[in-house]
């Protein structure tokens, strides 16, 4: 079985306990323009055009016009002629690595070999592997059959979701994931709607399903300045989650370091002048929540 993931990323520590390998899934049905992992949106495969790379050597074409244009006009002179023609061959001939496809095909044996492969650090740091994305639940089959795997290999398992997919693709994987990292932005339907495309309702009542089966979840609360870390939200989320009986959330602070991926894409990035909320801010919140949350600032 196939599934298109765009990047396996190994020795990761900001996705779950220990020294873990992230497999990051490409698509997802969010829309949210916080997006950390811009290129994990669309369900195919895209191009990115790193100019920071580039040396305008010219093998990828136009070589005496296009070292007097801006790089933005290059990066859109690379990516249609790279979607004209065969994308390989331009992406083979640059030098600098400067163009990219993200999204591959992969089968499950050889996502989960390449995983295992790193068994011996996830045994000595109590780490594992974390099924991410895009949205693992958008590719429910191939998903489940990874998991299954991890779990034969006897591989810690965590999957990252925003929780928007079927309640029943979210419950066969129970059995196969040790732990839950799932993302709740927004309490708000229109403010969810808004900001994400989506209303919430899916999302929340797949949570109360999940809190129902198993007390493995920690909550993600992303705090982009203006969008989701307001006192109202926050408090309205802390207490959604100990009405369900979970202790565990997560506060992410903002980084706006995606930005660049947004240029790479072709893509504006309109939330890259938002200020990082201050520690202060970050301790006000954490501390907005009710006794018996247990609240996590985390790095990033
Ligand atoms: S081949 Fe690569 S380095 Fe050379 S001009 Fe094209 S993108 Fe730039």
Avoid at 141 to 170: N, P, Q, V
């Amino acid at each position: 079985m196939k599934g298109i993931i765009f990047d396996i990323d190994h020795f990761a520590t900001h996705d779950g306990p220990g020294i873990r390998t992230v497999i990051f899934l490409k698509g997802c049905p969010l829309t949210c323009a916080w997006c950390h992992s811009p290129e994990s949106q669309e369900f195919g495969p895209e191009l990115l055009y790193m100019s920071s790379k580039c040396i305008s050597c010219g093998i990828c074409g136009q070589s005496r016009q296009h070292q007097t244009r801006s790089s933005s006009q290059h990066r859109t002179q690379v990516l249609e002629r790279s979607r004209r023609e065969q994308s390989d061959n331009l992406i083979t001939a640059c030098p600098q690595s400067a163009i990219k496809l993200s999204g591959e095909l992969k089968e499950v044996d050889a996502v989960v070999a390449q995983a295992a492969a790193y068994r011996v650090f996830y045994e000595h740091s109590g780490g594992g592997v974390t099924i991410s994305g895009g949205e693992p639940l958008a590719q429910p089959a191939f998903t489940l059959e990874i998991a299954k795997r991890l779990r034969l290999e006897g591989i810690h398992t965590i999957l990252e979701t925003s929780g928007m997919g079927k309640w029943t693709d979210l419950n066969s994987l129970i059995p196969y994931i040790d732990h839950f990292y799932y993302d709740l932005k927004l309490f708000d339907s229109s403010r969810h709607l808004k900001h994400t495309g989506v209303l919430p309702n899916v999302i929340q009542s797949n949570l109360e399903n999940l809190s129902r089966q198993t007390r493995q979840i920690a909550i993600r609360l992303p705090l982009i300045p203006g969008y989701t870390d307001d006192e109202d939200n926050v408090s309205e989320i802390y207490h959604f989650i100990q009405r369900l009986g979970l202790k565990q959330i997560h506060l992410l602070p903002y980084n706006a370091s995606s930005e660049a991926k947004y240029t790479w894409l072709g893509r504006d990035y309109s939330l890259g002048h938002l200020p990082k909320q201050t520690p202060e801010k970050l301790l006000s919140l954490a501390s907005l929540a009710p006794e018996g949350l247990e609240v996590s600032i985390m790095t990033s």
